[in-house]
Nanobody, 129 residues
Framework: QVQLVESGGGLVQAGGSLRLSCAAS????????LGWFRQAPGKEREFVAG????????YYADSVKGRFTISRDNAKTTVYLQMNGLKPEDTAGYSC??????????????????????WGQGTQVTVSS
């Protein structure tokens, strides 16, 4: 099992930047594919970005491509979401998620929320116009 704790959310003006962090417990962090999702009030949870177990592959939702960057640091058992050029429509609760992958150097990036087994509690991002 892995426990996930997000941090780094807050209030920022449009055009600004934030970096979200998701710290994971356990010694098997390197065995997990990871993702970031968000959910705005009254809307369904949506995929934002994902990174493979190997760290060699990433995938982004079209709405954030070119503005957001996902990365992982296995030594720190942490996954990051660097968010630049923030827009009011990026306002949402952001959650990280993990999925165990038994395949060494697996390059699969998972995009569905039901692909993931473990979730953090989330951190709020609010972008003012």
């Amino acid at each position: 099992q892995v426990q996930l704790v997000e941090s780094g959310g807050g209030l920022v003006q449009a055009g600004g930047s934030l970096r979200l962090s998701c710290a994971a417990s356990g010694r098997t962090f390197h065995n997990y594919a990871l993702g970031w999702f968000r959910q705005a009030p009254g809307k369904e949870r949506e995929f934002v970005a994902g990174i493979s177990r190997s760290g060699g592959s990433t995938y982004y939702a079209d709405s954030v491509k070119g503005r957001f960057t996902i990365s992982r640091d296995n030594a720190k058992t942490t996954v990051y979401l660097q968010m630049n050029g923030l827009k009011p429509e990026d306002t949402a609760g952001y959650s990280c998620a993990a999925r165990g992958s038994p395949v060494y150097l697996d390059e699969t990036v998972y995009r569905g929320e039901y692909d993931y087994d473990y979730w953090g509690q989330g951190t709020q991002v609010t972008v003012s116009s």
